[in-house]
């Protein structure tokens, strides 16, 4: 870690978005410092799973997945409450790895190019004056011609900015609850399951280490129902699908506790706040049941590092920088994030779960297009 308290670019949120970027900025030779409000490394709750599209980029970037020994995913199985299973190939497929593993692995990498990183410390304030950012930390002052957020999916500074999307009352894009274990589990390593369940599903998928991650997404009204307790909770509601039942009986939990994060909203956002450029889920988050967040935030880190670099090039102005990122941004990940946005409306309501499920069974040929909404192309 670095002294320096001046840098070229300050990056809020030491994610895949943030890190990637980082990186990226790194290799270009810029002076870039990192903010991750926790110690490297950590779980944190997500799927999982990243579609193929993102595998280049995470290669470019100078970590050799194909030496991992990491699953690779190319089948679907969606389950319905009443029993029913559908089971489809995926068109472009994905792979399997926790964030506990490359979070931490790009955070040595871009420590290892000079990005300096400071873990441990939570961005308190960030204010816009005279064309350069100051940002208030635990440990100091540091001041950036440019600043981006990619502090997730709900943060301080989103309560303190105002952020539209917290203003929204609740329904069926809000209030969300996640919750993730890591599991030995007797399932299949080529395959990612969708086990639906009133107001959530849960998907389950291999990672590294002969690992699986089940993560579910429910209602904050679920858990509320259920004197907010998860176990009462998952025996309540999870266990009324059997496909969930018998994973949750069979497997080996890894955790002593679940990892959970609560107020998730799948609403649309900003891409940019008081001049601030905001990637991964801080600019939009496509709902869990699509599968591609991590892919997002990756493709989203690309195109802030190219308009970032034309900036401190001179080449565009920060107006410019703020409208080609947006008109950028919402060109790639608009359309995606609308698919998602319909698909979580329809999804969580039984019936309606039920008979979508038992369509699919009967015409199969509707899945591969449906399904190519929520992906994109390699990046």
């Not at 926790?98 to 990183?117: C, F, M, P, T």
């Not at 809000?174 to 959530?200: C, E, M, Q, R, W």
């Not at 998907?203 to 993560?215: A, D, H, P, V, W």
């Not at 989203?300 to 409208?323: C, H, P, V, W, Y």
Request: glycine content about 8%.
């Amino acid at each position: 870690m670095s002294d320096q308290l001046q840098y070229d670019a300050t990056v809020i949120g030491g994610g895949l978005a943030g890190l990637s970027l980082s990186i990226q900025l790194a290799n270009k030779g810029y002076a870039v410092a990192l903010f991750e409000k926790e110690q490297y490394p950590f779980h944190k709750v997500c799927g999982e799973y990243i579609s193929l599209e993102s595998w280049g980029f995470i290669e470019g970037l100078g970590l050799p997945l194909s030496k991992m020994d990491l699953p690779i995913i190319k089948k679907l199985i969606v389950t319905s409450p009443n029993g029913n299973e559908f089971l489809h190939n995926l068109p472009l497929g994905g792979f399997g790895i926790s964030r506990y593993l490359i979070d931490n692995e790009l955070k040595k990498l871009a420590a290892s190019i000079g990005v300096a990183i400071y873990e441990n410390c939570k961005v308190e304030d960030v204010i816009y004056a005279a064309n350069e950012f100051k940002l208030h930390t635990p440990k100091g002052d540091f001041t950036s011609k440019v600043c981006a957020g990619s502090f997730g999916k709900r943060s301080n500074l989103d309560i303190k900015w105002k952020r539209n999307f917290l203003g929204n009352r609740y329904n069926k894009l809000n209030n969300y609850v996640g919750v993730k274990y890591h599991i030995k589990a007797n399932f299949a390593d080529d395959t990612i399951a969708l086990h639906n369940f009133s107001n959530g599903y849960c998907g389950i998928s291999k990672i590294e280490n002969n690992t699986y991650c089940l993560c579910y997404l429910t209602t904050a009204a679920n858990l509320k129902k259920n004197n907010n307790s998860i176990a009462e909770m998952e025996k309540n509601i999870l266990f009324k699908n059997k496909f969930l039942k018998n994973i949750f009986e069979t497997s080996t939990m890894l955790f002593k506790a679940p990892v959970t994060i609560s107020q998730i909203s799948f609403t649309e956002k900003t891409q940019v706040q008081n001049h601030v450029l905001l990637c991964g889920d801080a600019a939009g988050m496509i709902t869990p049941l699509c599968g591609n967040g991590m892919s997002i935030a990756l493709h989203s880190s690309k195109l802030a590092a190219m308009t970032i670099n034309d900036f401190l090039q001179n080449k565009i102005t920060r107006e410019g920088m703020e409208a080609r990122y947006t008109t950028d941004w919402k060109l790639v990940f608009e359309k995606r994030l609308r698919a998602g946005r319909i698909m979580q409306r329809l999804f969580g309501r039984i019936w309606v779960t039920n008979i979508f499920i038992s369509i699919m069974k009967k015409l199969p040929f509707f899945a591969t297009p449906i399904i190519k909404q929520t992906y994109g192309q390699p990046f």
